[in-house]
């Protein structure tokens, strides 16, 4: 056997080692994990409806009613970095969320949902389009704890962002919509990736 052969056959072992570790490690990580639960309050639910407007959790997010805190949309944690407490990184989330007008017929629907924990903002890019909206922020009092790795946001309320309002009121050709208007309340809890 040539010298020349025999390095080029120590580095393709070597390559092949590197990859079969690089993979083991990859297949062993756990993706992130959590889901973020937005509660929309009775109020503001009655509010919409006697306006027309309409919001609908898409999938694969989920939606649920309780009589006494009103309807909710839950989405599901499908990447992220970062920290809730040291406010940096961002949560992304699965499904989408629909704003429908029936007395204007005009809709629009928001994807690639995420918490940026920079801005504290709840963003969505809507179809249509690449860029992301701010359509909520939480207020009110808003709390942060930590169990192990798994971080928790707990917001009394969550008011609707001044450009998520706007782009709101464009889209549907309505003025229902304002900045800071209280939509319900809000919770994260999120696993990042290990």
């Known amino acids: 056997m040539s010298r020349t052969f025999a390095r080029v056959a120590a580095a393709a072992a070597g ?38 407007i309409v919001a609908v959790p898409l999938p694969t997010a989920t939606a649920g009613y309780d009589p006494a805190s009103g309807l909710s949309a839950s989405f599901p944690v499908t990447n992220g970095s970062g920290s809730l407490a040291e406010f940096w990184g961002s949560i992304q989330f699965g499904g989408g969320l629909l704003f429908v007008d029936a007395r204007t017929g005009s809709a629009v629907a928001f994807r690639q949902l995420a918490f940026s924990s920079d801005t504290y903002q709840v963003v969505g890019v809507p179809d249509g389009s690449t860029v992301p909206v701010a359509l909520f ?48 309340t809000f919770t994260v809890t999120y696993t990042p990736a290990s």
Not at 161 to 174: E, I, N, V, Y
């Open 137 to 184: 922020t939480p207020a009110g009092e808003t709390v942060v704890t930590r169990t192990g790795t798994t971080q928790n946001l707990s917001a009394a309320s969550l008011a609707l962002d001044p450009a998520g309002a706007q782009f709101l009121d464009s889209k549907l050709r309505t003025s229902f919509f304002t900045a800071g208007q209280s939509v319900g």
């Open 15 to 52: 390559l092949a080692l590197a990859v079969t570790a690089a993979s083991a490690t990859s297949a062993s990580a756990a993706p992130a994990a959590g889901n973020a639960v937005i509660h929309e309050s009775n109020a503001f639910f009655q509010q919409a409806a006697q306006a027309g």
